[in-house]
């Protein structure tokens, strides 16, 4: 789907005065949310407007060395009231790579309570919500960053991209797609990507800043959890694996470390399927992944209260550990019967 040239006509207009905004993310932010955040800050920035950026809660150490992240506020961690004072006094609210408010969980009440900022909704997941003024959800863009790049485009021209904005793009579109090997690869993707590489950022430089920064403590939970943890069921087509906070304890676990577990179980021949769920204090988080028709978001928005994409989606459980294992199988048995599973 092209871009609305509508959408792009009042986004200008909304833009034409210098104006206070906010950026905000989704909970447990990741590559695509920071780097889309990131750059639309840049943009905005030398348009004239003052911006402050917020995530709910932290994103993984893996992405520290991102340039302009120290700019992020974080919300839950913000004891000087940056965040909320920012939310309070801003004319406009950017939503990048999320569908509703809720998704912003301990932040959603802070966003909805200023009712008089219009709220400007730049996201990828199916399903967008009804809370915002205009509207830019591309479900058929494989990140939010490369709908970023594409409104960049259609706005100021690509020559506006500095080198920090196409790396903090880069960084969104290489995490979203599993750095370029899922998703909706399109040869616009690939002209982005070229676009991009001109601005003269470092590729393998940004690679291994992502993927090969984590601690040894990752590396053996992740072992742990591949050996100990995992179960196959469904005739070998459907994988899931739990971690409870003792687990992830013993191993120096931190935001950000289970990042591509749930992944890795369709590496394996066969597999359509597969389910993380991980501990957190008050629920349990469900990641799934999937190959080709088995659609996660219908199954995670009928068993998990969640949803995203067909091959990618999350949801959650307020049940034990064993409760939740339980309703999966059952729900795997169900989706399959269903014509969920082919
Ligand atoms: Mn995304």
Same mark, same amino acid.
């Given at each position: ?130 809370? =915002? ?88 939970? =992740? ?75 219908? =199954? ?43």
């Amino acid at each position: 789907m092209q871009l609305s040239m509508e959408n792009i006509g009042r986004l200008r207009e909304m833009l034409a005065v210098p104006s206070k905004i906010v950026v905000v993310a989704h909970t447990n932010p990741d590559g695509d949310a920071v780097g889309s955040s990131l750059a639309w800050r840049e943009m905005l920035l030398r348009m004239g407007h003052e911006v402050t950026c917020v995530v709910p809660n932290k994103y993984p150490y893996f992405l520290d060395w991102m340039p302009g992240i120290e700019n992020i506020v974080i919300f839950k961690t913000d004891t000087e009231g940056r965040a909320r004072r920012a939310v309070e006094q801003a004319d406009m609210i950017f939503c990048l790579d999320f569908n509703t408010l809720s998704r912003l969980e301990i932040l959603s009440d802070t966003i909805a309570a200023n009712t008089s900022a219009r709220r400007i909704l730049i996201d990828h997941h199916l399903s967008p919500g009804e809370e =915002f003024d205009l509207v830019f959800s591309h479900p058929e863009m494989s990140s939010t960053s490369f709908l970023v790049y594409s409104i960049i485009e259609a706005m100021e021209g690509t020559d506006a991209i500095s080198a920090d904005v196409a790396a903090s793009l880069y960084v969104g579109m290489m995490t979203d797609t599993g750095n370029f090997s899922f998703s909706t690869l399109t040869p616009a993707l690939y002209r982005a990507v070229a676009v991009l590489a001109e601005k003269g950022i470092d590729i393998p430089q940004i690679h291994n800043n992502v993927y090969n920064a984590y601690t040894e403590g990752r590396a053996r939970l =992740f072992g742990y959890a591949i050996n100990r943890k995992m179960e196959i069921i469904h005739d070998g087509q459907v994988a899931y694996m739990s971690l409870l906070e003792n687990e992830m304890r013993r191993f120096g676990f931190q935001q950000g470390d289970s990042e591509g577990f749930v992944n890795y179980a369709l590496t394996i021949k066969k597999m359509k399927m597969s389910a993380m769920f991980l501990a957190h204090r008050k629920f349990i988080r469900v990641s799934l992944r999937s190959r080709g028709d088995v659609d996660v978001n219908v =199954f995670a928005r009928k068993y998990f209260d969640g949803g995203g994409h067909r091959n990618a989606a999350g949801g959650k459980s307020y049940v034990s550990m064993e409760e939740t294992i339980e309703h999966f199988r059952r729900s795997v048995e169900e989706f399959a019967r269903e014509g969920g599973i082919r």
